[in-house]
């Protein structure tokens, strides 16, 4: 954020030069408004357990806690950018993937504008939400509501298994022993700083979550949906359960799809899907994005249209599966873009 | 957000002209930078857990999940909105109280504009975080890392516990057998969209929340910092960690303070308390508020400056212990926007 900074070397002016340019160069972003609502959610009643007394706060003053009665479960959060210059002729979703939030469309890791920004400075009003049970949506005690055991992944986790690189397994190590994969785009400096965006997820709440951006469908659409990862199933079901108002899919590597027996519901929605790089060298990849694009087949055998954008075809290379963070993440939202401006949903 | 609301009564229609009033009086909000990361976290290992086969997505391919091995914990989510003219002459940290998140300062429950906003309008530079555990910052395995479990609140607990009304108990009821107290300035109509922000928390996860609100402090101040409830023991302490750095503390109803012995360390940063209505006659807020005056008595003994001001006093009636929800949550915005002024905080 700082306006001006200095540096001690040629090197270093070179690199302030190009840094201050692209800092300078950005316009401020004028909101007509901005906020946050929460959507969705159903009460679940809990019974038989007895009552606690608890000390909220060292020193404080003990309040009985009674865990038995009524909770709220399955809420979703949903916070809106409405930008004052509005050129989306509609508003943008952004829905996450697994073990993250909203978080991912906001600054990079290594501390660069992510989509969030882009697309508002584009001019669509952007609405990102965290999934049932992750960020500010809230989640719900186990298995007394949610029906399993949450999953953590450890430091390494994401490192093979988003493509980023190899050599560490599920284990963290010293980041001088990963190696990244060649060509990678991703910002190795931020992989440390993205695994702090990692909450947990379960893997037995998916109708609650699908019901949740339902709900968001009907309090803020019609709309374009654009999701990623896990969230594949999600914007596609969503999309089933309200076609009439969802005008365009945009699914960035879904590794979920839809209802296939449903497939058709779907003709009427401009479905873009796109694809990173490392893809055919992996273990399992090669099958998530078999059955995306074979999701994709059925819904243009139904008479729909589907556009698939393998990056590296294109001559987009590096990418990981966090398309929005790597490097090169404003050339891959320009693919985006162009693409929703080629479907007149762009003024 | 629709510019224009048509309506098919005369009073709906009065109603309309209001409502439209109102928005057409906002003016955009000009950002010149806006963002989030993460601070603070450390690393801690576990070993000895089996290995699991987990298909993250219906239909996807299985992965195996390793849950031994090295985990990130204790980090926390900032989100920054940064004026394009700026006023307040430092940044203001916003830290919510316990069970909840950053929602605290957003829209309403009842979608009034909240505290951030309005502070951001008056051109302050906005840091609103979610304490560690919470919301986006994530949370961690229990017993295993965070060492007790989760403590979760009913739909009715906060209903007399946070001076809105009385008849819930910790049980929900049907929202017509609630009786608000007399004159309250919290949205009725919002409780139940009140409930959809609450979150988990621990009991036990202090020292970890401290440590990472330090390292917001060293990544962001000078500032001053506004807190709230459980978030008072937060506030103090962090600035008596970093007594150089933190240039003024907003209490609005703290729930804990500092540490007394070391009192003196704030001397030189001045002190608002704040307290709403309703308190003489609950069952813990008198003990509550009495706790922090006299935490602020002795940093005036060691020469510091501390303004206590009961809301009912200066004539603003029917305060919740959620002022920033209230209907009256800009006029006790403006009690502490006029605080700020008068300690010079604003050009």
Same mark, same amino acid.
């Given at each position: 954020?700082?306006?001006i900074?200095l540096s001690r070397?040629?090197i270093g002016a070179?690199a302030t030069?190009?840094?201050?340019t692209a800092?300078?160069?950005q &316009?401020?972003?004028?909101?007509?408004?901005?906020?946050s609502?929460h959507?969705?959610?159903?009460?679940?009643?809990?019974?038989?357990?007895?009552v606690?007394d608890?000390?909220f706060?060292p020193?404080?003053?003990p309040a009985k806690?009674?865990?038995?009665?009524t909770?709220l479960t399955?809420q979703m959060?949903v916070?809106?950018?409405?930008?004052?210059n509005?050129?989306?002729?509609l508003?943008?979703?952004?829905w996450?993937g697994g073990n993250?939030?909203?978080?991912t469309?906001?600054?990079?890791?290594?501390g660069?504008?992510?989509?969030?920004?882009w697309f508002?400075?584009?001019?669509?009003?952007?609405y990102n939400?965290?999934?049932v049970?992750r960020?500010r949506?809230g989640?719900?005690?186990f298995?007394?509501?949610?029906?399993s055991?949450?999953?953590?992944?450890?430091?390494?986790n994401g490192y093979?298994?988003?493509?980023?690189g190899e050599?560490?397994?599920?284990f963290?190590?010293?980041?001088?022993k990963?190696r990244?994969?060649p060509g990678s785009?991703?910002?190795?400096e931020?992989?440390?700083?993205?695994v702090?965006?990692?909450v947990p997820?379960?893997t037995?709440t998916?109708? &609650?979550?699908?019901d949740a951006?339902?709900a968001?469908?009907?309090?803020v659409?019609p709309?374009?949906?654009?999701?990623h990862?896990?969230?594949?199933?999600f914007?596609?079901?969503?999309a089933q359960?309200?076609p009439?108002?969802?005008?365009?899919?945009?699914?960035?590597?879904p590794a979920?799809?839809?209802?296939?027996?449903?497939?058709?519901d779907?003709?009427?929605?401009?479905?873009?899907?796109?694809?990173?790089?490392?893809?055919?060298q992996?273990?399992?990849?090669?099958?998530?994005?078999?059955n995306?694009v074979e999701?994709?087949d059925?819904?243009?055998a139904?008479?729909?249209?589907?556009d698939?954008?393998?990056?590296?075809?294109?001559?987009?290379?590096g990418?990981?599966h966090?398309l929005?963070?790597?490097?090169?993440?404003? &050339?891959?939202a320009?693919?985006?873009q162009?693409?929703?401006?080629?479907?007149g949903?762009y003024?």
């Amino acid at each position: 954020m700082p306006a001006i900074r200095l540096s001690r070397s040629g090197i270093g002016a070179l690199a302030t030069a190009l840094w201050c340019t692209a800092t300078i160069a950005q &316009e401020p972003i004028t909101l007509k408004d901005l906020g946050s609502f929460h959507v969705g959610g159903r009460y679940v009643e809990i019974s038989g357990k007895p009552v606690k007394d608890v000390v909220f706060t060292p020193g404080g003053v003990p309040a009985k806690v009674d865990p038995n009665g009524t909770y709220l479960t399955g809420q979703m959060y949903v916070q809106y950018f409405i930008p004052q210059n509005q050129r989306g002729t509609l508003p943008l979703l952004l829905w996450h993937g697994g073990n993250l939030t909203g978080v991912t469309y906001e600054t990079t890791p290594d501390g660069r504008e992510g989509w969030l920004n882009w697309f508002l400075r584009k001019g669509w009003p952007v609405y990102n939400s965290d999934a049932v049970e992750r960020g500010r949506s809230g989640w719900s005690m186990f298995p007394d509501i949610f029906k399993s055991e949450p999953i953590f992944l450890t430091t390494g986790n994401g490192y093979e298994r988003f493509r980023i690189g190899e050599g560490v397994g599920s284990f963290n190590q010293a980041p001088t022993k990963r190696r990244q994969l060649p060509g990678s785009q991703f910002p190795a400096e931020g992989y440390d700083a993205w695994v702090k965006q990692v909450v947990p997820r379960w893997t037995t709440t998916d109708p &609650e979550t699908i019901d949740a951006y339902i709900a968001e469908v009907d309090r803020v659409c019609p709309c374009v949906i654009l999701f990623h990862s896990q969230a594949g199933q999600f914007g596609f079901k969503v999309a089933q359960a309200r076609p009439e108002k969802v005008k365009a899919l945009v699914a960035v590597e879904p590794a979920g799809i839809g209802d296939p027996a449903k497939a058709a519901d779907l003709k009427g929605i401009p479905v873009l899907m796109i694809f990173g790089d490392y893809i055919e060298q992996d273990a399992r990849w090669p099958a998530i994005r078999k059955n995306a694009v074979e999701f994709g087949d059925r819904i243009k055998a139904a008479g729909g249209a589907v556009d698939v954008i393998d990056l590296p075809k294109v001559g987009i290379t590096g990418n990981s599966h966090l398309l929005m963070m790597d490097k090169n993440n404003l &050339e891959v939202a320009a693919v985006i873009q162009n693409w929703f401006e080629a479907k007149g949903l762009y003024r």
